[in-house]
């Protein structure tokens, strides 16, 4: 991989187009989560990569390729919102996630209900649950990516999965699951 990020740090299309293929995939995973859309997923990763080759002298290899791919995808999505100033609309989801369930391997009906109540979230908080949750980065990196402070990143994810478990009605069956073990004791 040090290799390739060399060689097309050098202008070298073949290393730049290895890199696509390695890391393509992944990117368009990790913004369909972020999107819950695969179109707007396919689009962003499109965006993303033409931005690498574009940055790519700007990588100094402190995190992985793939950290700084997610990123630069990420600024690139919050730049898109902002833009476009979108409001939620619900219409018309069904087709959404239907098209998402598709691509998911995943035929679990949890994780697909799972989606649908992270797809209810503003993107300013589900993001944060995708980056921590699902691919493990910290507040602080998540915080710089996004330009807030770590300790609103924290705060997101915690509200923002205290609303899912809601939305899934976890926090209730849990309380009683808990107040259960306590009184038999």
């Given at each position: 991989m040090d290799a390739l990020i060399k060689n097309a740090k050098?202008?070298?299309?073949?290393?730049?187009?290895?890199?696509?293929?390695?890391?393509?995939?992944f990117l368009v995973k990790y913004l369909m989560k972020i999107t819950m859309n695969p179109d707007t997923a396919e689009e962003l990763a499109q965006e993303t990569m033409a931005k690498c080759v574009q940055k790519i002298h700007?990588?100094?290899?402190?995190?992985?390729f793939s950290t700084w791919l997610v990123s630069i995808?990420?600024?690139?999505?919050?730049d898109q919102c902002r833009k476009k100033k979108r409001e939620k609309n619900w219409q018309g989801q069904e087709e959404v996630y239907r098209k998402l369930k598709w691509h998911f391997e995943s035929r679990?009906?949890?994780?697909?209900?799972?989606?649908?109540?992270?797809?209810?979230?503003?993107?300013?908080?589900?993001?944060?649950?995708?980056?921590?949750?699902?691919?493990?980065?910290?507040y602080e990196e998540i915080g710089e990516w996004m330009k807030i402070s770590a300790g609103t990143v924290k705060s997101?994810?915690?509200?923002?999965?205290?609303?899912?478990?809601?939305?899934?009605?976890?926090?209730?069956?849990?309380?009683?699951?808990?107040?259960?073990?306590?009184?038999?004791?």
């Amino acid at each position: 991989m040090d290799a390739l990020i060399k060689n097309a740090k050098k202008g070298d299309h073949l290393a730049f187009a290895m890199l696509f293929k390695e890391n393509y995939p992944f990117l368009v995973k990790y913004l369909m989560k972020i999107t819950m859309n695969p179109d707007t997923a396919e689009e962003l990763a499109q965006e993303t990569m033409a931005k690498c080759v574009q940055k790519i002298h700007l990588y100094n290899g402190q995190s992985k390729f793939s950290t700084w791919l997610v990123s630069i995808a990420t600024n690139t999505y919050i730049d898109q919102c902002r833009k476009k100033k979108r409001e939620k609309n619900w219409q018309g989801q069904e087709e959404v996630y239907r098209k998402l369930k598709w691509h998911f391997e995943s035929r679990n009906e949890e994780w697909n209900d799972c989606l649908e109540a992270l797809g209810k979230l503003p993107e300013d908080v589900r993001i944060p649950i995708i980056l921590k949750h699902y691919y493990g980065y910290s507040y602080e990196e998540i915080g710089e990516w996004m330009k807030i402070s770590a300790g609103t990143v924290k705060s997101r994810v915690h509200n923002g999965i205290k609303s899912v478990r809601r939305e899934l009605k976890l926090g209730e069956e849990t309380e009683s699951h808990y107040s259960e073990q306590r009184t038999t004791k």
